[in-house]
């Protein structure tokens, strides 16, 4: 029901900027689009959560540097990444489910493809 597409990713610079974008369909019972970033050898971690209600959360390595946001006329949820780091290197994927008011996951969970995002030193 849900489908998402990552786009956006890209080879920059240390201190370069990108902003990924996923497009979504289907998203009834959904409450919250985020990213997820994986590297080769490490888990999969949260980087960014926005909810219905435009509560965000972010992961500590991020804070500062991204923002997420949500585009309700376009169906679309970003991710703009400044001051990019060799350690944000990883795959980004999109995902969409349900959150509770403490930010766990419940119920349905759906994932797009991803999109590689690497920077260099």
């Known amino acids: 029901q849900v489908q998402l597409v990552e786009s956006g990713g890209g080879l920059v610079q240390a201190g370069g900027s990108l902003r990924l974008a996923c497009v979504a369909s289907?998203?009834?019972?959904?409450?919250?689009m985020g990213w997820y970033r994986q590297a080769p050898g490490k888990q999969r971690e949260l980087v960014a959560v926005?909810?219905?209600?435009?509560?965000?959360n972010y992961a500590d390595s991020v804070k500062g540097r991204f923002t997420i946001s949500r585009d309700n006329a376009n169906n679309t949820v970003y991710l703009q990444m400044n001051s990019l780091k060799p350690e944000d290197t990883a795959v980004y994927y999109c995902?969409?489910?349900?959150?509770?008011?403490?930010?766990?996951?419940?119920?349905?969970?759906?994932w797009g493809q991803g999109t590689q995002v690497t920077v260099s030193s």
């Open positions: 289907g998203r009834v019972g959904i409450n919250a």
């Open positions: 926005i909810t219905d209600s435009e509560r965000t």
């Open positions: 995902n969409a489910g349900r959150r509770t008011i403490s930010w766990a996951k419940y119920g349905a969970d759906y």
